[in-house]
C-alpha cells in the first residue's frame, strides 16, 4: 500500500537487514537510483508507473501491483505524497514557498501539473472554449415587424396603452406601424371594439384624426394629405365600448335586463349626443340604414329601464326628469357615473340641472349660481354652434325625444309594446301568454289546477293575451 502522509512526516526508525540491506526508492518511481542509471532514465521527467493512476479531479484513487479491486480514497483532491509536491511541467520560481523548494530538492521532484480543462485527453479531441462558435440569437420582436400580417396580429393582441408606448419608445416599430398607420389603427379597434368602430366612424371625428404619416393623397382632393384614425380616436372607440357594456351590466345588476344587441343601439343614442345640430340628429334618425327598425325598438326598450331605474322608490331619485336631463348631456359619462355610485350627490345633482336648462331672472343673469358662472348657466340645452351667444341659439332636441318622433313617423306603433319592454327580463312573455310556466318547487299541484281551470273555462290563449295586454 502507499505509505501514508503520517509515515512521511514522522518516520519510524527501520531495523536494517544485514544480508539484504535496502534500496533507496526514489518517491514517484518504482527504481533504486542504480536501476534508473541502468536504464537511462530521470527522476525528474519520469511519469508515475502505468499501475498507478492519479485523479486530480477531487479524488485520488491509488491502484498498486497485485491489488486491482483496493482503492484508497484520497479526499481533498491530495496528492498520495501529501501538499509538498509542487505541480509537474511548472518551473519552481522565487514565489515557490519555501517548503515546497526543500521537499523538492531533497527528493528531485516536480510539483503534479493540475487539472486541464482541455478536453483533448478526455475525448482525444481539440477543442477551446473561446474558439468555439455562438449560437445564433432569434429576435422574435425582429421577426415579427418582418412580417405584416403578423404584426398586425400583435398590435391587436396590445392594449392601448402598451401600444402608444412601444410606438414611442421603438424607433423600429415606429417606422413599421407609420408605414401602414390607418390600417393597423382600424384593425386594433375592429378586433377589440367592433361595434364601436362601426358607429363611431373616424370620418365623422376630424379633430381626433391625423394626417397620413407617408404623405398620402386624399382620394377626392389630390393636391392635400389624406387624414386617417389616430391614437385619440383609437382611444375614444375602446373607452366607449367599455363604458356602454358597464352601463348594461349596471342596469343588470338592479334586475333590468336588455335583449341582445342592444349596445349598439345605445352607442348610436351616444352618436347622436355628439351631433350639435337639431337638423342634423333628425337627418340621422331618417335614414334607415343607420337607424334600422329594430334599433329604434331597442332604444326605446333602453329609455324605458333607465326610467324603472330612476322612478325606483329605493335606489332611484323617484322621477322620470332624470332621463331627460341625462340624455341631454354631451356624453353619457354622466349616466355612467350615476349608475355605478359616483355621482349622486345631491348638490352635483343641482349643478348638472343648473348648467343644461336653468334659466335665471333677468336681474340675476350676471351673478354665479352654486359657483357656476352666469356665463355657463342654462347653455347646455342649447345647439352647440351657430350665434356667438349661445343663450340665443336654437333649443338641441335630446336623442330620446327624437326617436319617439321617428317611430311614430315609420309608423312602427311603439307604444304598444311598452308593458312588453317593462316586463322583459323578467319572465318569458310569451310563455305565460299562451299559460306555460317555469317548473318551480312546490308549485306543481297549483299550476295544474290552474291549467285544468283555464281548459274548464275554455279561454283562448289569444283572448288571455289580449286581456294581458
Known sequence: MACPLSFILNPEPMELDEEHPPQEVLPGTSLSPMEL??????PMNDRPPSDTTLDYGGTDTIMEEGSSDQHVQNPGGLHPLGSFIAYPGEPLTPETPSHQWH???????????????????????QTNILDTPQRPTFD??????????????????????????????????????????????TAHAEYNAPESARVFRFKAYKSLCRTDPVKRP???KADEVRHVPGFPWLRMVLYRERIVD???EALAAEAHRMPPHTSEAIKKVWLMMDVPLTKLRVGLFRNPNFWTERDLCLATLFFIKLDMRFIDPVDGRGVTKLRNLLMGQSSMTTLWRILKGTFNHRMQMMELEVR????????????PILGIPPEQIGIGCRERAGDEDIHKRPLLVPPDELLMTEACRRGLKL?????AMMAYGYFDVEAVMEG???????NSEVKGEAKTSSKSTGKSSTATKTGMT
Open 140 to 185: 422574435i420582436f425582429a421577426a415579427l415587424m418582418g412580417n405584416a400580417d403578423l404584426m398586425t396580429h400583435f398590435i391587436c393582441q396590445l392594449d392601448i396603452e402598451s401600444f402608444v408606448s412601444l410606438y414611442a419608445i421603438s424607433r423600429d416599430f415606429h417606422d413599421e406601424v407609420d408605414s401602414h398607420f390607418a390600417s393597423t389603427i
Open 246 to 248: 358597464e352601463i348594461i
Open 415 to 419: 307604444e304598444d309594446e311598452y308593458v
Open 103 to 125: 521537499h523538492a530538492q531533497l527528493h528531485g521532484l516536480q510539483m503534479p501539473t493540475p487539472p486541464s480543462t482541455d478536453t483533448t485527453q478526455h475525448t482525444g479531441i
Open 356 to 367: 343644461y336648462s336653468h334659466r335665471p331672472s333677468p336681474q340675476h343673469r350676471h351673478l
Open 218 to 220: 386624399h382620394p377626392v
Open 37 to 42: 542509471e541502468e536504464t537511462g532514465s530521470s
Open 436 to 442: 306555460r310556466f317555469p317548473e318551480e318547487e312546490g
